[in-house]
């Protein structure tokens, strides 16, 4: 019997570790993060079951690209304006004021000469953007206002990548092309910037209108990882990195119906492959390098992390924030990043340092992403007890709405009037792309996705409604909604559209709060103004039409107890002696 492939049983190795070490470090307070990284550290340096992490950081890099394109949806262009000051104003600052610092003491301690000194500051001054928005989702901060100021410090540092690559060109030995280059590698980022944004306007919104017509998920996934894919490598191809490429596409579809069946479907691959991409960064890390400078990586771990804390601390206090928040902030972004592994690779290439030092610099930055989720819990002690930040309110999009409506045909679209009229906030999704189209002429704003998906559910803001409309037209996708929603939010309040007599006792005995034939209400309307056409009075019809309404209600409660068949001597009707139309030839027989 042949032996499996060598590939299968890395896989299993990677699997297992996760499965084990990642609920371990999430029960013991850790979180998730370090369990990957100390799996991968097993694994890979201790056991040494599987070698070239490198390889593996490589594929798993996509996670980081999944996790901005998600991060990406969340935020339309309108937010991502809002965000602006932050973006640009402390975002650079960190850079350069981090970059300096770190500069200056690795020149001061004679390490390196100016040029490598340059570079290896401004590497150490980046973050890591997977490790960092790992953490606030995991601790449900993202949406918090130190979560949105962290992240565009982020944000910046991704598009910081570019001029310190023209940085170490410049600065590499015979560097005389470097001007030139640089100005090239400027017009094709602009260009593709610039093509990108285009795309996701004019193509996108209609590429996914033609799949989702189709009714083919698997289609709708594929062309998901498609645009993520090909966005992340477009910008890699202009010198940005493939995250930031990833983030752009997402927020080109942030305002697109397709926004929440998108983040569902990326979802399952995200959390995989970011899973993995913590666990390569275990198994890269080289324990001989660890071991042979250990004195200078105990030395400069501390060192590094202090410096980008008191210079983020400081930039947050100045910009406004409290002591709580900015604590927060300075000791979530005090790693070093995955973009930093990029930096020093390429200044080895170009000469400004030998191979040893850059693996040096990247064995101090894998230590400091091990030690983040650890470092980061300490402004819980730190802050001010009375500084106890609340979720900022300011959902984007669909979140927060409250009433989450499911289905919007013919009968949705009148309650959602009312509710609108009313003043009341509305999420509504359906997965009839042309119902979409149509609607967006009219002024609604829906969302495409399967309502009897939990994953769709959830990424649309279920749990933060605090009513569950559920107005879709056929009975066995109401029950099955109605199954899920109870089944995930047992105390979420339903009304339902029941397709007919039936259908309702089976909602009431399922314990809806609310539930309404489709066709009852028109029916005794249409019966009362038919009263009126022949001559009654309008009171007269009203009275009538009550009364029956009110015999169907006592007859569903008998029906509910003692089967269909009850209370039929509520029903009103006339004895007819039936007749034929057409008079019979001859008698039928006895």
Request: glycine share 10%.
């Amino acid at each position: 019997m042949s032996s499996p492939p060598a590939l299968f049983n890395e896989a299993l190795l990677l699997l297992g570790g996760a499965v084990v070490a990642a609920p371990l470090f999430k029960r013991l307070g850790l979180g998730t993060v370090l369990g990957y990284i100390a799996a991968g550290v097993v694994i890979g340096p201790v056991s040494r079951l599987i070698n070239g992490g490198e390889e593996i950081l490589s594929v798993a890099e996509l996670g980081v690209v999944l996790l901005l394109f998600i991060i990406g949806l969340e935020l339309k262009p309108a937010r991502l304006w809002q965000m602006r000051k932050d973006i640009f104003g402390l975002g650079s600052s960190q850079v350069l004021l981090s970059g300096a610092v770190l500069s200056g003491i690795a020149y001061l301690c004679g390490l390196l000469s100016w040029q490598g000194s340059v570079i290896a500051g401004f590497g150490l001054a980046l973050s890591s953007t997977a490790f960092a928005v790992q953490i606030l989702e995991d601790r449900s901060d993202i949406n918090t206002a130190y979560g949105q100021r962290a992240f565009s410090i982020l944000l910046f540092q991704d598009l910081a990548i570019v001029p310190l690559l023209a940085l170490t060109a410049f600065l590499a030995p015979g560097a005389e092309a470097a001007t030139s280059f640089s100005w090239q590698g400027l017009g094709m980022s602009v260009g593709s910037v610039l093509g990108l944004l285009l795309i996701g306007k004019y193509l996108l919104n209609p590429l996914f209108q033609i799949i989702g017509r189709t009714g083919a998920r698997e289609a709708m996934i594929a062309a998901a990882l498609f645009v993520v894919m090909g966005a992340a490598t477009l910008m890699e191809v202009a010198g940005f990195s493939m995250a930031m490429g990833a983030f752009l596409a997402g927020v080109m579809l942030a305002e697109s119906s397709f926004r929440h069946e998108l983040e569902a479907d990326i979802e399952p691959f995200r959390g995989i492959l970011l899973g993995l991409f913590f666990m390569a960064v275990g198994l890269s890390l080289r324990l001989d390098v660890v071991m042979a400078n250990w004195l200078v990586i105990a030395l400069a771990v501390p060192v590094v992390m202090a410096a980008k804390v008191v210079v983020v601390l400081g930039l947050c206090r100045l910009s406004g924030s409290s002591k709580g928040e900015a604590l927060k902030q300075a000791f979530l972004l005090a790693q070093g990043g995955e973009f930093g592994f990029v930096l020093f690779t390429t200044a080895t290439a170009a000469g400004l340092f030998d191979a040893a030092t850059a693996s040096l610099l990247i064995a101090i930055v894998t230590i400091t992403m091990a030690l983040t989720p650890v470092v980061s819990i300490l402004p819980r002690y730190l802050a001010p007890a009375e500084e106890r930040e609340e979720l900022d309110e300011d959902f984007e999009g669909a979140q927060g709405a409250e009433v989450f409506m499911i289905g919007f045909s013919r009968f949705g679209q009148i309650v959602a009037q009312i509710l609108l009229a009313g003043g009341r906030s509305v999420t509504v999704i359906d997965q009839s792309a042309d119902r979409i189209r149509q609607a967006s002429r009219f002024g609604f704003r829906i969302y495409f996705g399967d309502g009897t998906r939990k994953d769709v559910l959830e990424a649309a803001g279920i749990a933060k409604a605090r009513i569950i409309a559920v107005c879709t037209n056929h009975k066995d996708i109401t029950d099955r909604i109605v199954d899920i929603v109870q089944a995930e939010y047992p105390e979420a309040r339903i009304y339902a559209r029941s397709y007919d007599r039936v259908h309702t006792l089976s909602l009431r005995s399922k314990g809806v709060e609310y539930e309404v034939r489709e066709t009852i209400e028109s029916a005794l309307l249409f019966g009362r103004k038919t009263l009126e056409g022949l001559g009654m009075d309008e009171a007269d019809a009203t009275a009538i039409a009550d009364d029956i309404r009110k015999r169907d209600e006592a007859r569903l409660q008998l029906q509910a107890v003692d089967g269909i068949a009850a209370g039929r001597e509520l029903m009103l009707s006339q004895p007819m002696q039936p007749e034929p139309l057409i008079k019979p030839r001859k008698e039928a027989a006895e």
